[in-house]
């Protein structure tokens, strides 16, 4: 890269071809840290730093209210000055994130839940689900109380502030798997290869923050321990929709780039679209494509993850 950088502008490529580029060309780099950038590269370039200081939530969460309706943005505005600032600035100094993430990582999350809020009830489980998501489950009930707290509401059970919904203007407790209904909704035809999902308190609470993401098709990322139910709740969540297909991309150490291309060239057919030639599915409306163990691929020699920049550029 060095030769490139400099004035003369000459790029020699690993098969030992050279490609001259003129005095218009202009090189961008974005990245996290300059571990791997020798000083050599570094003073070829001019740098900007931007800091975490900087970066005004406000500003970002104005961007996102610009999605609806006019009406629709008033209400919003008025519920997030009143509680999803002060549980945002309760969730940076718990800062107990089971997965490493950014302050923007934390915000979207947070707004991807409450998208869908009707009522004052919906927002505030839509604030718990959506910013409580990312915490160990003492810290996500402690932070649930504080948000019924802000709120001045009260859950069903105060001791189990987490196992419920809110349905309109009234929060639902979630039935526990003894309950009559809760057997009735268990039927023969739920038998099939996944074997049937009992819908305990734990399960329920689980579908229904997949619920908003399924249903904005958002990409999103199911972490936990081995055995603990990932796979049977992703399956259940999905086959309990019309019309949508999974392709499952059993990831190892050696996966790349190339098997999430050839799994989706194998499920879909290209068309000719306004913006281009795109991929659709063949049999169905919408196909998901699920990773299974996205953990398992070997970073290279730079620490970086093929299979994961190319899912973060799609």
């Given amino acids: 890269m060095n030769s490139v950088l400099d004035d003369n502008h000459l790029l020699t490529l690993p098969n030992g071809e050279r490609i001259n580029f003129g005095p218009n060309v202009n090189f961008l780099f974005e990245t996290h840290d300059l571990k791997y950038a020798s000083p050599a590269t570094v003073s070829r370039m001019g740098m900007i ?55 923007v990582g934390t915000v979207l999350n947070g707004l991807s839940q409450v998208k869908n809020a009707n009522s004052r009830q919906e927002f505030i489980i839509g604030i718990i689900k959506g ?10 009930t402690m932070f649930a109380k504080d ?20 349905q309109g203007s009234n929060f639902v407790p979630y039935l526990s798997a003894q309950s009559d209904s809760v057997k009735d909704s268990i039927r023969v035809k739920d038998l099939g290869d996944h074997g049937a999902v009992i819908q305990t308190v ?49 990831c190892n150490a050696q996966t790349t780039a190339d098997d999430v291309i050839t799994k989706i060239a194998q499920l879909c057919s290209l068309f000719s679209a306004p913006e281009g030639r795109v991929y659709r599915p063949r049999d169905c409306e919408r196909m998901v494509l699920y990773l299974k163990d996205i953990n398992l691929p070997k970073p290279d020699q730079y620490d970086t993850c093929q299979l994961i920049a190319f899912l973060q550029q799609l």
Avoid at 147 to 166: H, K, M, N, T
């Fill in 147 to 166: 948000v019924f707290q802000w709120a001045s509401e009260r859950p069903p059970d105060i001791g189990a502030p987490l196992d419920c919904c809110a």
């Fill in 202 to 250: 734990a399960v329920q609470r689980t579908l229904d923050v997949l619920d908003n993401w399924i249903t904005n098709m958002e990409p999103f990322m199911l972490v936990g321990p081995e055995g603990c139910g990932k796979s049977m709740v992703i399956n259940y969540a999905f086959r309990q929709r019309k019309n949508i297909a999974i392709a499952t991309l059993h």
């Fill in 49 to 103: 730093f931007l800091s975490d200081d900087d970066l005004d939530v406000r500003r970002l969460i104005q961007r996102w209210l610009s999605i609806f309706p006019s009406e629709k943005q008033m209400t919003m505005s008025k519920w997030l000055d009143e509680l999803f600032y002060r549980a945002l600035d309760s969730i940076i100094k718990t800062n107990d994130y089971v997965v490493e993430t950014t302050l």
């Fill in 131 to 140: 910013l409580g998501g990312n915490l160990s489950l003492s810290n996500r």
